[in-house]
Antibody, heavy 121, light 109 residues
Framework: QVQLVQSGAEVKTPGASVKISCRASGYPFFNYYIHWVRQAPGQGLEWVGTINPANGHTAYAQNFRGRVSMTRDTSTSTVYMEWITLSSPRSEDTAIYYC???????????WGLGTLVTVSS | QPVVTQEPSLTVSPGGTVTLTCASSTGAVTSGSYPTWFQQKPGQAPNTLIFSTNRKHSWTPARFSGSILGDKAALTLSSVQPEDEAEYYCLLFYSGIWVFGGGTKVTVL
C-alpha cells in the first residue's frame, strides 16, 4: 500500500540548517507529484510547494519562493524540503509539515503523518 | 498571491444540511480551479473528501457533495452526523500553484 514516511521532529534556532524528508513507497515514485503543506499551531493549512519526482521540477507558494528548496532522491524514493537562506527558518515557520501525493489533479490522496519543526531562539 | 475565503464557522443540527463555500479573490471559481475539499479532525492529517469540484473518493460518505454555486465552490453536507464535526478546507489551483482557504469550523449541535 502507498505510504509516506516522514522524518522526525526538529527543534532549531532561527537560521539553522533544517532539512526534512518524506520517503514514498508502495507505488512507482515517478508517477505522482508530492506536495508539502504546513500547519502552524492552532492555524489552518498552508500550501508550501510541490515537486515532480520524474524530473525534479518544483513550484512554490509566494511566501516560500527563495526561502525553501525541494529536491528528490530517486534512488531512495525520497523528497526533501530545506530552508536555504541565512534568515530562514524563522520562528513563524514553526509548524507541522505534511507531505502528500497528488494522484490526479487536486486529488491529494495519501498523506504522511507530519514532521513538527520548532524554531525558537 | 490569490486569497481564498471560506466562512470561519458554521453550526448545523444533526440530520440537517449545511453548505460551505469557497471564494477566490481573482474572480469566479470554475472547474478549472480544480476545487478540492478536505476534512481535518484534531490531531489528524487532512483527509480529501472531494476533488476536481465534485469527484469523490471511495471513502467519501454519500452525504458529502461538491459543486460550483454561482461564483464559488461549494461543499454540501446533507443528513449531517455528529462525526462530521470538524474543520473543512478548500484548495484552489492557480496556474501552477495551490492556495488553501482559511478553513470552516463546522459544529454539529
Amino acid at each position: 500500500q502507498v505510504q509516506l514516511v516522514q522524518s522526525g521532529a526538529e527543534v532549531k534556532t532561527p537560521g539553522a540548517s533544517v532539512k526534512i524528508s518524506c520517503r514514498a513507497s508502495g507505488y512507482p515514485f515517478f508517477n505522482y507529484y508530492i506536495h508539502w503543506v504546513r500547519q502552524a499551531p492552532g492555524q489552518g493549512l498552508e500550501w508550501v510547494g510541490t515537486i515532480n519526482p520524474a524530473n525534479g521540477h518544483t513550484a512554490y507558494a509566494q511566501n516560500f519562493r527563495g526561502r525553501v528548496s525541494m529536491t528528490r532522491d530517486t534512488s531512495t524514493s525520497t523528497v526533501y524540503m530545506e530552508w536555504i537562506t541565512l534568515s530562514s527558518p524563522r520562528s513563524e515557520d514553526t509548524a507541522i509539515y505534511y507531505c502528500a501525493t497528488e494522484v490526479s489533479i487536486g486529488d491529494f490522496d495519501y498523506w504522511g503523518l507530519g514532521t513538527l519543526v520548532t524554531v525558537s531562539s | 498571491q490569490p486569497v481564498v475565503t471560506q466562512e470561519p464557522s458554521l453550526t448545523v443540527s444533526p440530520g440537517g444540511t449545511v453548505t460551505l463555500t469557497c471564494a477566490s479573490s481573482t474572480g469566479a471559481v470554475t472547474s478549472g480551479s480544480y476545487p478540492t475539499w478536505f476534512q481535518q479532525k484534531p490531531g489528524q492529517a487532512p483527509n480529501t473528501l472531494i476533488f476536481s469540484t465534485n469527484r469523490k473518493h471511495s471513502w467519501t460518505p454519500a452525504r458529502f457533495s461538491g459543486s460550483i454555486l454561482g461564483d464559488k465552490a461549494a461543499l454540501t453536507l446533507s443528513s449531517v452526523q455528529p462525526e462530521d464535526e470538524a474543520e473543512y478546507y478548500c484548495l484552489l489551483f492557480y496556474s501552477g500553484i495551490w492556495v488553501f482557504g482559511g478553513g470552516t469550523k463546522v459544529t454539529v449541535l
